[in-house]
C-alpha cells in the first residue's frame, strides 16, 4: 500500500455533499448491477483503489471517486504465517454499507419511508436470491479473481462444479488447510474470517444475527457463539453443533454464512 496518502477513518462527514438518499439508491444500484452483469470487480464487489475505472459508480455518489484518490478505504490484517501486516482495499458495497450503518442506526428514513434496517435487509434478501439463481456461477471466476482465492486450497478446486454463486461462496477447505494449534491451553479464531471486538456485549448486540449456545466440556460453561454474518450476507447455516447431544472439537465447522 502507498504511502503517500492516509487510510480513512470512515465518517459520514468524509462525503459532505452526498445524502443518505444517495447511499441507499447506490446500494440498491449495485444490487440490481449484480443480477446480468458477470464481473463483481465492475460493480458490487470493486475495490475502491480501484473505483476510477467503473466511472457507472461515480456518477451514483457525490465525491466518492475524490475520496478513493484521497484515501486508501479498507482494512489492516495479519497474515498469520508470517504476522505481517497487510492491507486490504474494501469493496463499494461495504463502503456503502457502513456509511448508512453510521447514518441510521436502523432507525433513520432513507429514500422517502424506509428505514435503514428495512433497506439491508430488503438487499441483502434480494442479492442472497440473485446468487441463488444457476446463472449466478458466470460470476465466480471474476470473485476468485477480485479476491485472489487460491483455488488449490478448495476441496472441489474447478469453480465449475458449483451450481451456484453462493454454493461456491460456502465453499468447502481441504482438511489441514487452515491448521489450528492442538495446545489445550491455545485460543483458537472462532472463525476463517477477521475477527471484530466489542467493547461491551450492548455494542455487540445491535449486528448479532443467530446464536449458537454450547457447553464446554472440560468447565461445564456455557457458551455462546454469535454468528453476524456480514453486509449483503443473509443466512446463517449451523452444521457442527446443530444436533442436540454433538461433541465438537476444536477446528470441527461449526457452520457458514451466505
Not at 101 to 117: C, H, N, P, S
Request: aromatic share 8%; hydrophobic share 40%.
Amino acid at each position: 500500500m502507498s504511502t503517500t496518502k492516509p487510510a480513512e477513518q470512515i465518517h459520514p462527514t468524509n462525503l459532505p455533499d452526498a445524502s443518505p438518499d444517495h447511499f441507499a439508491s447506490a446500494l440498491e444500484a449495485l444490487v440490481n448491477h449484480s443480477d446480468g452483469h458477470t464481473d463483481v470487480g465492475q460493480g458490487i464487489h470493486t475495490p475502491m483503489h480501484d473505483l476510477l475505472r467503473v466511472p457507472w459508480i461515480h456518477k451514483l455518489i457525490p465525491g466518492i471517486e475524490k475520496l478513493a484518490v484521497a484515501y486508501h478505504t479498507g482494512n489492516y490484517y495479519i497474515v498469520r504465517s508470517t504476522r505481517e501486516p497487510m492491507f486490504e482495499s474494501m469493496p463499494i458495497y461495504a463502503r456503502v454499507g457502513m456509511h448508512l450503518l453510521f447514518y441510521g442506526r436502523g432507525r433513520a428514513k432513507v429514500l422517502g419511508t424506509q428505514t435503514v434496517e428495512h433497506l439491508l435487509r430488503e438487499q441483502s434478501i434480494k442479492e442472497g436470491k440473485i446468487y441463488d439463481s444457476p446463472l449466478s456461477v458466470k460470476s465466480i471466476p471474476s470473485f476468485v479473481q477480485t479476491y485472489k482465492i487460491n483455488t488449490a486450497e478448495l476441496l472441489q478446486p474447478d469453480i465449475t462444479a458449483y451450481k451456484t454463486f453462493n454454493e461456491f461462496f460456502s465453499r468447502k477447505l481441504k482438511p489441514g488447510t487452515r491448521p489450528v494449534d492442538a495446545a489445550p491451553d491455545a485460543l483458537c479464531s472462532a472463525a476463517d474470517s477477521r475477527l471484530t471486538v466489542y467493547t461491551c456485549a450492548d455494542a455487540a448486540k445491535k449486528f448479532w444475527r443467530s446464536i449458537l449456545y454450547l457447553e464446554h466440556t472440560g468447565t461445564g460453561k456455557p457458551i455462546a457463539v454469535v454468528a453476524i454474518g456480514a453486509l449483503l450476507v443473509g443466512s446463517v447455516v449451523w452444521t457442527g453443533g446443530a444436533q442436540p447431544g454433538c461433541v465438537l472439537k476444536k477446528g470441527d465447522e461449526l457452520g457458514y454464512v451466505f
